[in-house]
Every structure is written in structure tokens, then in C-alpha cells.
């Protein structure tokens, strides 16, 4: 089983960056795959990006070129770094496991100001 919790999320102006993190409760090495997704109020969750544990990545059209996902194993964390955000980025923002079983995280709250 793994527990994840989400952090970073905040209230930023369009064009700022944010680092969001999510941090497991035990190694990430065994982890397939990891991902964001993000919800905006009224529709559905999305993928956001995603990486496998070999490093390769996987974006959203809407994101690519502003957000990198990495992931970081002797911290058991990934991590988004999000640039040049925009207020459609505005989302709870949730992390995803797979193992085989799939896991959530519980969220936090990017909000970009026009």
C-alpha cells in the first residue's frame, strides 16, 4: 500500500510557476508508473503528465513545454514543476501511483490569477 500526499499547490498571478510535490510513504522504485492529473470545478479529472520508473515521460498538449514531471527515488517523491502557468491551469491537482494497484493522492489547489 501506498499513501500519497500532494503539496505546493497555491494562488499565483498567470506567467508564475509553481512546484508541486508528492511525497509517498514508502520507495517509489518499484512504482511503475506515476502521474498528475488535475480536476478544474465542473469536469472531469485529466492526465496531466506522467512518468514510468525507467524516466520516460508523457505530457498533455495543453502543458508541454511549461510543466516538467520528475521523479526523485531516495526521496520517494515526484515532483511538477509548472512555468508560465495560466489561468486555465487552475485545478486540484491529485498524484497517481500504479503498482498494480492504483493509488490517490488527496489534492492540493493551483489557482492562476488573470
Known amino acids: 500500500q501506498v499513501q500519497l500526499v500532494e503539496s505546493g499547490g497555491g494562488l499565483v498571478q498567470a506567467g508564475g510557476s509553481l512546484r508541486l510535490s508528492c511525497a509517498a510513504s514508502?520507495?517509489?522504485?518499484?512504482?511503475?508508473?506515476m502521474a498528475w492529473y488535475r480536476q478544474a470545478p465542473g469536469k472531469q479529472r485529466t492526465l496531466v503528465a506522467s512518468?514510468?520508473?525507467?524516466?520516460?515521460?508523457n505530457y498533455v498538449d495543453s502543458v508541454k513545454g511549461r510543466f516538467t514531471i520528475s521523479r526523485d527515488s531516495a526521496k520517494n517523491t515526484m515532483y511538477l514543476q509548472m512555468n508560465s502557468l495560466k489561468p486555465e491551469d487552475t485545478a486540484v491537482y491529485y498524484c497517481?501511483?500504479?503498482?498494480?494497484?492504483?493509488?490517490w493522492g488527496r489534492g492540493t489547489q493551483v489557482t492562476v490569477s488573470s
Open positions: 512518468i514510468t520508473s525507467a524516466g520516460l515521460t
Open positions: 497517481k501511483a500504479v503498482t498494480g494497484y492504483v493509488y
Open positions: 514508502r520507495s517509489i522504485v518499484g512504482i511503475n508508473t
